[in-house]
Nanobody
Framework: QVQLVESGGGLVQAGGSLRLSCATS????????MGWFRQAPGKERDFVAA????????DYAESVKGRFTISRDNAKNTVYLQMNSLNPEDTAVYYC????????????????WGQGTQVTVSS
């Protein structure tokens, strides 16, 4: 069992930056691929970024490529999402998720989820 706790969300102006963190407990995350998803009000939960267990491969949604960076520190059992050049369309609840080994863009393929952290970008 893996427990995930997101932090770092908040209110930021357009063009600003935030760094989200996902702290894990229960089991080491070194064998898990980690993903970030987001859900805006009235919309489905969408894939944002993911990183392989080894950190050697990452995937990004087209809408965040070049602006967001996912990284991990297995020694600290923590995953990060650096978000730059934020715009109001990035406003959502951001969720951290875990699955075994390899990345996926599909929500149903992640076994563990955090409670989410709100990110609000004002124009």
């Amino acid at each position: 069992q893996v427990q995930l706790v997101e932090s770092g969300g908040g209110l930021v102006q357009a063009g600003g930056s935030l760094r989200l963190s996902c702290a894990t407990s229960g089991r080491t995350i070194s064998s898990y691929a980690m993903g970030w998803f987001r859900q805006a009000p009235g919309k489905e939960r969408d894939f944002v970024a993911a990183i392989r267990w080894s950190g050697t491969s990452t995937d990004y949604a087209e809408s965040v490529k070049g602006r967001f960076t996912i990284s991990r520190d297995n020694a600290k059992n923590t995953v990060y999402l650096q978000m730059n050049s934020l715009n109001p369309e990035d406003t959502a609840v951001y969720y951290c998720a875990a699955r075994g080994w390899f990345t996926s863009t599909r929500t149903e393929e992640y076994a563990y989820w955090g409670q989410g952290t709100q990110v609000t970008v004002s124009s």
